[in-house]
């Protein structure tokens, strides 16, 4: 049976048993993560559900100061005897670090290392899940209105990867500050989910700010990032790995277009067809091995996302939307959620569809 969830839509696979749900052992995973508070329930009854809140860092109240998950703990443990065909995950976030994205920031850092632990827990021939995230800026919080006209003088090295489009951040807030540093293993520009670290790690690489200029280019650090160039001896040495499924999700309140005005036009070179023939490429040419997601905004397909000006609006992506549904699995929601723990719920039946389709090379 087909079901349209968050604008796109989605048929369950037949002999898998839903996995919203993912069960009490979600908990110890995602605590060997990060340290939790609350209270756990002693056991989880087999007909039932609970809710529990886990504030992990500084307060809970959903903001910049803490970090509050909220679990479904019930007894959808039974994933059925479905064949996973994919051992590892990498996983590539795109994060548009413009002015109006600091609330929408908060929400992933919110609901990421619950996402990746139930990876680990639902798909049972996954080992392990890399992170890498990247922003949609060249030369940020540089200074310099349009990157398309290149590197400010004398701002920064320029020739750094902590300035060139596509690379794996390493610092938070896109390397306002070159100096800081999110602890990751020297010489690694990714995160491991199953780190004792991860937590930290991610919410400090994931907060890119919003220092960014006015010409996004989400699907041109997304293709960059999988570039030989960046790839092979570059900036993202060794992230991409044959065994593993590519999931990527972009979250953006504005479009990626080059054409579209007031000043200063730019956005990323190409439409939508050439980004997807990019993605395809650095997987070998299996686009099977690929999961897309998606948080992006407007009307009419997201209800009330339709106010770029306002708090909570966020402007329609078309191309953005083509480029992400035009891989077989995806999913695709809205960026102006109140939070993003049920994207993650349904984005993780497409997450297992991916590896189940998964061709092995």
Request: aromatic fraction near 6%.
């Amino acid at each position: 049976m087909a079901a349209t969830l968050g604008g796109s839509t989605f048929t369950p696979t037949s002999n898998r048993a839903s996995i919203a749900s993912i069960g009490l052992s979600i908990v110890t995973a995602f605590c060997t993560a990060m340290a939790c508070g609350g209270d756990t329930p002693d056991e989880a009854d087999s007909g039932g559900s609970a809710e529990t809140g886990l504030n992990s860092v500084g307060g809970g109240d959903g903001g910049s100061d803490g970090l509050t998950i909220k679990l479904d703990i019930g007894a959808a443990s039974d994933l059925g005897q479905s064949d996973y065909n994919c051992d590892a995950v990498d996983f590539l976030f795109v994060i548009d670090n413009s002015s109006s994205m600091a609330r929408e920031q908060m929400r992933l850092i919110e609901s990421t290392p619950e996402f990746t632990a139930s990876i680990l827990t639902a798909l049972p021939n996954v080992s392990d899940v890399r992170v890498g995230v990247v922003d949609t800026d060249s030369y940020p919080a540089l200074g310099a209105d349009n990157p398309l006209d290149g590197c400010p003088e004398g701002r920064a090295d320029c020739e750094s990867c902590d300035y060139a489009l596509g690379a794996l951040l390493t610092k938070p807030l896109s390397a306002e500050d070159p100096g800081s540093d999110c602890g990751l293993p020297e010489g690694q520009p990714w995160m491991d989910s199953a780190s004792d670290a991860f937590g930290e790690q991610f919410a400090c690489v994931a907060e890119v700010g919003t220092g960014g200029n006015q010409v996004e280019q989400q699907a041109g650090a997304l293709v960059n990032a999988l570039s030989p160039t960046m790839l092979d001896g570059g900036c993202n040495d060794g992230f991409l790995r044959e065994e593993a499924l590519l999931i990527i999700l972009v979250i953006s309140d504005e479009e990626d277009n080059n054409a579209q005005p007031p000043e200063p036009q730019g956005g990323s070179a190409g439409d939508p067809a050439d980004w997807v023939d990019a993605i395809v490429a650095a997987k070998g040419g299996i686009p099977q091995n690929v999961v897309t997601l998606g948080l992006i905004g407007g009307a009419p397909v997201f209800s009330g996302c339709d106010d770029p000006g306002g708090e909570q609006g966020a402007e329609a992506s078309p191309r953005l939307q083509e480029l992400l549904e035009s891989f077989d699995t995806n999913f695709v929601s809205s960026v102006c959620a109140d939070d993003y723990v049920a994207f993650f719920d349904d984005a993780l039946n497409a997450v297992a569809d991916g590896c189940e389709q998964f061709v092995s090379g």
